[in-house]
């Protein structure tokens, strides 16, 4: 299970320095339910090739079940001639927050036109989700625009725009 809030933001957070960096590139077979591939490389470290099933969000569009699965080299070559489009590149870096929480900053598409940022954090449960707030972590004035639910805000919507 997936639990998670995601925000619109301008820019990487200021007075943090990131834990994790890495490149992405990812494209979706489907988005209703979304199956994805997505190609990750931590910096300074291996690439991973993953194929991920994501259900459809809970009402609050907080929760949703997840299964990823890594695939070797062959699949997702096939899987990626299969979806004939240009993948999303990505830059993901990972902050620590109190707690054991985590924010995740991407960077989406740098460079073309329809370029943005946006900042999730994953929580160990519902109820963590619902009471933790962007001041706990001292990021009031970062994690100003929530989008957690809003229609329009997924990273398929985004596919469809720009890729479909």
């Not at 960096?21 to 979304?34: E, F």
């Not at 809970?58 to 695939?71: H, K, V």
Request: net charge negative.
């Amino acid at each position: 299970m997936e639990i998670e809030r995601k925000w619109m933001v301008t820019g990487w957070p200021r007075g943090l320095e990131p834990v994790r960096v890495q490149q992405m590139d990812q494209g979706y077979i489907s988005v209703r339910p979304t199956v994805r591939i997505r190609r990750e490389a931590v910096q300074g470290g291996p690439t991973a090739l993953v194929l991920c099933f994501k259900g459809a969000p809970d009402p609050t569009g907080m929760s949703r079940q997840e299964i990823e699965t890594e695939i070797d080299a062959d699949l997702f070559a096939k899987l990626e001639a299969l979806i004939g489009k240009p993948l999303i590149k990505k830059e993901r870096r990972d902050y620590a927050l109190s707690g054991g929480l985590r924010l995740e900053v991407n960077e989406v598409d740098p460079g073309l036109p329809g370029h943005f940022l946006y900042a999730e954090v994953e929580y160990p449960d519902e109820e963590t989700a619902r009471r933790w707030t962007p001041a706990d972590a001292g990021l009031a004035d970062y994690l100003t625009d929530e989008v957690t639910g809003r229609k329009g805000a997924s990273m398929g919507e985004y596919w469809e725009q720009t890729r479909g």
